[in-house]
């Protein structure tokens, strides 16, 4: 897991090619955003999810975890607490994977809280189980999944 400002999420470029390539995009597109609730494709079987809801007491967050996709949490509007813990640690299976979503969720409790600013991005690999979207009233994000 790495939390980062966007304006240093560039030196995580050299992980991969395809976050990479996600970078990029932020970088041309989060500054003038007109923010539409939706899914966009990218190149290299990139998703930009643009997010816009509720947030969820932390008491009601659940830990979810992917094995096929990398995932960057973005706020745009409104700052997220965010959920952490290591998938190998979690003992309490809510619902089994399914491939066909590429999500396991899990009745654990999160190790780690982290508050993801608007200006900031958090960024889960599949070793990284997520609790998103913790907070009150509502906000605007995007999810970008990058294949692993």
């Known amino acids: ?10 030196r995580f470029r050299s992980i991969s090619p395809a976050i990479a390539a996600a970078i990029d995009w932020l970088a041309e597109n989060l500054a003038g955003l007109d923010f539409q609730p939706g899914v966009t494709e990218l190149p290299q079987g990139i998703c930009v999810k643009a997010e816009s809801g509720a947030m969820t007491p932390r008491d009601a967050a659940v830990l979810e975890a992917h094995r096929r996709f990398i995932d960057i949490h973005v706020p745009v509007k409104g700052d997220e607490t965010m959920g952490w813990a290591p998938v190998s640690s979690l003992q309490y299976p809510r619902t089994p994977y399914d491939e066909a979503t590429d999500c396991a969720t899990y009745g654990d409790s999160a190790h780690s809280l982290l508050h993801v600013r608007v200006g900031q991005a958090a960024i889960f690999f599949p070793e ?20 692993v």
């Open 1 to 10: 897991m790495i939390l980062t400002d966007i304006d240093n999420i560039h």
């Open 128 to 147: 990284d189980a997520h609790a998103p979207n913790i907070g009150i009233g509502n906000h605007r994000k995007l999810c970008i999944k990058i294949p």
